[in-house]
């Protein structure tokens, strides 16, 4: 019997181009991936996210290069080529795999570090795995921790301010160009993780309608829908503007989508209402010219950063803070991974048995009067032999070949009714 | 017996205006309550102090500099309070405290001598008038005061730069619909004040009262200007900065008029 391995295979924004993600999403949901993942002999446990920055699988398996193959042939078959997956993919293994996800649940490996979106989403995707009982044991395990750990980074770091503040800061502007953001349109364009942030938080000022223009209108219609508004294509964008208020641009374009000479006929038509611009896409989407209009105002990512007084080196440290706390925590995580075999749990299951016969020992010895050292040695090896045939079973049922109980449950039933987790965290604060 | 409600007013006002210079730098809210009580109460003793004068006068106390530049003073001061019935405007009391004062100041200066009134003067339109028209250019002064606040807090939505005025500024709808309403309530007074002008005039010179003096042409342009942005702003929106700016500038025409009207003893 193998070792077994946890296996993330995943892409994201870093290195794989949007055109690639979009195939690659699993529109559809989780319950069909899922299913068909079922199908695969290898697979333990098994878990899908995929966001409109990331696709993730992980796995835990005891071949993982194999698995690995088909699991990728059976998600991505049909949409991307072979070739294409493997320029673009990134797997990671064991430890690796831990940190990783530790790093995606704190977002830090978002692309607005510090957003708080990527929590959420992992729990929906982690709610579907456990419905339909993919997760596991060490899963359940292992994604608790992430949200753990995600908590511990929000709570102890600043690195949410970062993200939070944007929002808050487009809000803020907002108010002061227009008063009362009731009644206010906004629109979209571009439907990424942090554009879907900020709209939120408009939202939540009592904007009224949402218009989202996005290259693929099936992202651009379900987003819409999540804010109860309209989708429509990139190239409407202009017409629309006329009865818009702020604009929200997230774009994966390489080069500018909208200029001055886009907008500055418009005005007129607005009757000069003024235009609030958010250009939160890097590299810019927005002409910056576009800010030199009366009533409009442009601000990019950068100006919104200002505004909220988070200078970069303040970031960084955040960032840095909330890296070591991944760190500690995927260590941590692992040491819990190495305890789960079935020698280290036999060797605490010894130990623990051994402090309790030394403690009662020594309160019992010194009780009793004037006893030769044989007698001791008697008591002693009395109370030894105890304590060795109660744990005889426990370690039998461990050890042993069960057919209907798998060997990572049992040791977790052991760790569970001896309390050997919990001694074990005990002695690590 | 007028005069020391006169300077009692004026003490006030100072109070007033102190608060809510403290109010601005520190913005509490019970220092606003209170400069906002203090500024009231002033503007109470104020209005005894025109009613004092105006029986002591036995006639309106719109004659001489010094009543003149108080009674607009105080319309300053009415017209200001009169908003709170309909919107607040964030920090507004602070800018226009200060003016009301800087008014008194210039009044307190003036002559206080009751002149007896000429006999061609002595036409109830001259206080249709100048009440009217005084009323107006308070309203207008309002406006230029939202016109000025309206382009400190462009500029740091403009640049970027966030510094002492962007959070003690309102917003910029605000400011630009506190323009518009001033100037919907200015415009017509000030034309109803330039009718009653014309009226009167035509009472004292007969039949032809249209001199061209340039107090007169300046009165025209400045009514042009304001017709102009009116107009403008009902049929192509015009707003914000240049309504602002041009709010500002026909502002200084009617400061100009009032002034010269003033010095050639209307």
Redesign the interface.
């Known amino acids: 019997m193998g070792q077994d391995s946890i296996v993330l295979l995943g892409v994201n924004h870093k290195k794989t181009p949007l055109e690639i993600r979009e195939k690659m999403a699993l529109t559809g949901g989780y319950q069909e991936p899922l299913e068909q993942l079922r199908g695969l002999e290898g697979l333990k446990e098994y878990y899908l996210l995929s966001t409109c920055n990331r696709v993730e699988v992980l796995f835990i398996s005891q071949n993982p290069e194999q698995m690995r193959r088909e699991v990728l042939d059976l998600l991505f078959a049909g949409k991307v080529s072979r070739e294409e997956v493997a320029g673009c993919i990134y797997v990671y293994e064991n430890q690796e795999a831990v940190h990783h996800l530790f790093m995606v649940a704190s977002s830090l490996d978002s692309m607005i570090v510090g957003e708080s979106q990527i929590l959420g989403q992992l729990k929906e995707a982690f709610r579907h795995a456990s419905e339909q009982k993919t997760a596991g044991m060490i899963l359940n395990r292992l994604l608790h921790k992430a949200f753990s750990v995600a908590k511990r980074v929000r709570t102890e770091t600043r690195i949410g301010a970062n993200a939070v503040s944007i929002s808050y800061a487009a809000v803020e502007?907002g108010?002061?160009?227009?008063?009362?953001l009731r009644g206010k349109r906004v629109m979209l364009v571009g439907a990424g993780e942090m554009a879907e942030l900020a709209a939120e938080h408009l939202m939540g000022q009592g904007i009224d309608d949402v218009v989202v223009a996005n290259r693929t209108l099936e992202r651009a219609m379900k987003l819409a829908a999540r804010f109860k508004g309209r989708a429509i294509g990139l190239d409407e964008v202009v017409d629309q503007l006329l009865d818009v208020d702020i604009l929200i641009s997230s774009t994966g374009a390489q080069g500018l989508v909208l200029f001055k000479k886009d907008i500055a006929p418009l005005m007129?038509r607005?009757?000069?209402?003024?235009l609030f611009f958010i250009d939160i896409a890097v590299p810019r989407d927005l002409d910056p010219e576009i800010?030199t209009l009366?009533?409009i105002?442009l601000?990019d990512i950068d100006?919104l950063n200002?505004?909220v007084e988070m200078n970069r080196e303040q970031r960084d440290k955040e960032a840095l803070k909330a890296r070591r706390i991944v760190e500690e925590e995927s260590l941590k995580f692992q040491r819990w991974l190495a305890g789960m075999e079935v020698t280290p749990t036999i060797v605490d299951l010894r130990a623990v048995a051994e402090s309790i016969c030394q403690a009662e020992l020594a309160k019992t010895l010194p009780r009793l009067n004037g006893i030769s050292s044989k007698e001791r040695k008697s008591i002693e090896r009395m109370a030894a032999s105890i304590v060795g045939k109660m744990l005889h079973h426990p370690m039998r049922y461990l050890k042993a070949e069960h057919a209907c109980i798998d060997q990572t449950e049992r040791i977790m039933q052991v760790r569970n009714l001896f309390q050997l987790n919990e001694q074990y965290e005990q002695s690590e604060e | 017996m007028s005069y020391p409600l006169f300077q009692a007013s004026f003490t006030v006002y100072c109070i007033a205006t102190a608060l809510y210079i403290i109010f601005f730098l520190n913005q509490k809210k019970q220092i606003r309550k209170a400069a906002r009580m203090v500024f009231i109460a002033a503007a109470f003793l104020h209005a005894v102090n025109i009613l004092l004068r105006y029986i002591e006068a036995g006639h309106t106390p719109i004659t001489s500099i010094h009543e003149v530049i108080s009674f607009f003073a105080w319309s300053v001061a009415c017209c200001h309070l009169s908003f709170r019935w309909r919107y607040t405007v964030k920090n507004s009391g602070t800018f226009t405290a200060v003016i009301v004062l800087l008014l008194m100041l210039i009044a307190s200066f003036a002559s206080r001598k009751i002149l007896p009134l000429p006999p061609e003067m002595q036409s109830w339109w001259l206080p249709v008038h100048a009440s009217v028209s005084i009323i107006a250019a308070a309203f207008l002064t309002l406006a230029a005061i939202g016109g000025v606040m309206y382009l400190l807090q462009e500029r740091e939505l403009k640049q970027k730069r966030f510094g002492f005025f962007f959070s003690r500024l309102p917003s910029l709808d605000t400011l630009d619909k506190l323009n518009q309403h001033c100037i919907s309530i200015g415009f017509p007074l000030m034309t109803v004040g330039m009718l009653a002008g014309y009226i009167w005039a035509r009472q004292i010179w007969g039949g032809r009262p249209w001199q061209w003096n340039p107090k007169i042409v300046m009165s025209v342009i400045t009514w042009l200007l304001y017709a102009g942005l009116m107009h403008q702003r009902f049929t192509l929106g015009w707003r914000g900065r240049r309504a602002a700016g041009i709010t500002i500038i026909a502002f200084f025409a009617v400061l100009l008029i009032i002034g010269s009207m003033l010095q050639e003893g209307l």
Do not use: A, H, M, Q
């Open positions: 502007l108010r002061k160009i227009f008063g009362d007129p607005r009757r000069n209402r003024p800010n009366e009533n105002y601000y100006d200002n505004v």
